[in-house]
């Protein structure tokens, strides 16, 4: 499992390499380039399956119904 995500940016292209939590999802993450605050696509549980090069542990473990965002 990969724990590592580098989230880019929709809006200004920044790409910051991030950990993500192995227990819940992201809903948020303030981009550390232009400040806007990225929140996750209509269907993604979190921010790592919207925008990062890595989905987030739970998806990566095959928890595909979302039971991790509650």
């Known amino acids: 499992m990969q ?3 580098t989230l880019t940016c ?3 292209g ?3 390499l991030e950990v993500m939590p192995q227990d819940a999802c992201q809903f948020f993450y303030d981009c550390k ?3 806007v605050r990225l929140k996750p ?3 993604d549980c979190c921010v ?3 925008f ?3 989905p987030c ?3 990566q473990s095959g928890d595909a119904d979302g039971a991790c965002c509650g």
């Open 10 to 12: 929709p809006d200004c």
């Open 48 to 50: 790592f399956c919207s």
């Open 41 to 43: 696509k209509a269907g």
């Open 57 to 59: 542990p739970p998806i």
């Open 3 to 5: 724990l590592e995500s």
């Open 52 to 54: 990062g090069s890595v």
């Open 33 to 35: 380039g232009c400040g």
């Open 14 to 16: 920044h790409r910051s």
